[in-house]
């Protein structure tokens, strides 16, 4: 009889782990289960293109434009902070192939991407690789119409799809592949030339069997460009011989003077404030346009042309530096940081409620807010603690954090403002005076820590 009942046991838990990690699930269920996601960004598609088809950008690219190595840690860390999957972008062509003449991919580089994904799905996250700008070897030539070179990049281009998805041929579907990144495209002509490589991309994958048949692929949209993508590829997707598993990508930084423009110009000003309720009287800083009823607009036509024909729709990259404005005369930081809230908050919240999207956060890892410039940095990946607590908190009321205390032991010397602050509001202490604090739990830079005495 105890024989039978671990029999029994042993059977149910063989059941439950092929229903968690089979290929039954629906693609409209997975882009759920899926947000919010987050990209290690700067990390794995580091590099520089003059490495282009050598292999001299070796495992040291990881670290070549942030200075954090990824661990099992800073993923446990991700997933804890109420992110569900992770994106991660990845170079081959630029610095990675061992063999240049055919393409083999460097093993050793091959190695280290398995053991991040091996991370992710350890802590229990979807993820998505893909071959991210790759020192543009095919991003920029999208539109290039020589036949010769058509050909050539869909040789390249098979053999590498060919060697990754063989490489991880026996994940279960929470590993995702995505097959290009931001191709250049902003006509028919060259969306037509971008359907054809992404069909190589699919073909290749399939091609090589096993969990790779049913295995959701993601495609992307024209430049990932809202816009062009319902325009010129709403009915005109490649073809994939596994019914129901493909899912497509667009990237959503709208608008350009809010999320990235450095310096006002003479056709514009750089919007600071974004948002009902967050524009700041007198400044000429507030947005003009594209805020909540134009990104309702945006993502409601990815609904209608793909979302609503069973097309789910990956949001990539999103995101808007966070800036320094507060010794601008003037200007308001409280209003700022309150629009960047509103921003992160709005994108999540309509994915949500319009269904059919999850959405990707586009981080650095560079804990510097680079003044009225400003930075896309979430996490601090060096100390595990949220940079811009406003964008997190933004995201979090949509989506909440699944460790919601957010607490963690660290030093105020590592904090930017100086400040202490007790759990209800009042200013207690600065950090050359924290040694004097009271053990207890303690708020500084919008971040909770705890003060412990060190023992004599």
């Known amino acids: 009889m ?36 987050w990209n290690l960004g700067n990390t794995m598609e580091a590099g520089n293109n003059a490495n282009n088809f050598t292999n001299k950008g070796g495992l040291g690219a990881e670290t070549s434009w942030q200075q954090t190595k990824t661990t099992q840690q800073l993923i446990d860390y991700v997933k804890a902070r109420g992110f569900k999957s992770v994106r991660i972008p990845c170079a081959w062509v630029m610095g990675h192939l061992f063999d240049g003449n055919n393409y083999t991919i460097d093993p050793q580089w091959m190695a280290r991407v398995k053991e991040i994904v091996d991370y992710c799905l350890q802590a229990n996250l979807y993820v ?25 990049n869909k040789t390249i281009l098979h053999t590498l799809w060919t060697q990754i998805a063989t490489a991880f041929r026996d994940y279960d579907e929470r590993l995702l592949f995505a097959g290009l990144n931001e191709p250049n495209a902003d006509n028919q002509n060259a969306t037509n030339n971008l359907v054809q490589y992404e069909q190589v991309f699919i073909d290749a994958v399939r091609a090589t069997g096993g969990n790779n048949t049913r295995r959701v692929l993601v495609v992307q949209g024209p430049s990932t460009n809202i816009d062009h993508t319902c325009n010129f590829m709403k009915n005109n997707l490649p073809h994939d011989s596994a019914e129901g598993r493909l899912m497509i990508e ?9 999320w990235g423009m450095e310096k006002d110009e003479s056709w514009g000003k750089v919007f600071y404030y974004w948002g009902e309720g967050n524009h700041h009287p007198g ?46 005369s003037g200007e308001s930081q409280e209003k700022h940081n309150a629009s960047i809230k509103a921003h992160y908050r709005e994108l999540h919240r309509l994915c949500k409620e319009l269904g059919g999207m999850a959405p990707y956060t586009w981080d650095i890892n560079v804990a510097n807010q680079n003044g009225t410039k400003g930075i896309m940095t979430l996490i601090n990946r060096k100390d595990l603690s949220i940079y811009c607590t406003y964008a997190m908190e933004g995201i979090n009321e949509i989506y909440p954090a699944d460790d919601p205390s957010g607490i963690k032991e660290t030093s105020a010397d590592s904090r930017q403002s100086s400040a202490i602050y007790n759990l209800q509001g009042m200013k207690v202490a600065d950090s050359s005076h924290q040694a004097d604090l009271c ?9 909770k820590y705890v003060k412990r005495r060190t023992r004599q």
């Open 250 to 258: 667009v990237h959503y930084y709208n608008p350009w003077q809010f």
């Open 2 to 37: 105890i024989r039978r009942l671990a029999t029994i046991a042993l059977l149910a838990a063989a059941l439950t782990t092929q229903a968690q990690t089979g290929f039954d699930t629906p693609v409209k269920q997975m882009i759920e289960l899926m947000a919010p996601g």
């Open 128 to 152: 998505i690789i893909n071959d991210h700008w790759d020192g543009g070897w095919l991003e920029n030539h999208i539109a290039d119409t020589n036949i010769n070179t058509i050909n050539k």
């Open 439 to 447: 053990n207890g739990i303690y708020v500084t830079n919008g971040r």
């Open 283 to 328: 400044s000429q800083h507030n947005a003009t346009w594209g805020e909540e009823a134009d990104m309702r607009s945006q993502l409601q036509k990815m609904k209608t042309n793909f979302v609503d024909k069973g097309i789910p729709v990956v949001i990539g990259e999103f995101g808007a530096n966070w800036r320094n404005i507060s010794n601008l």
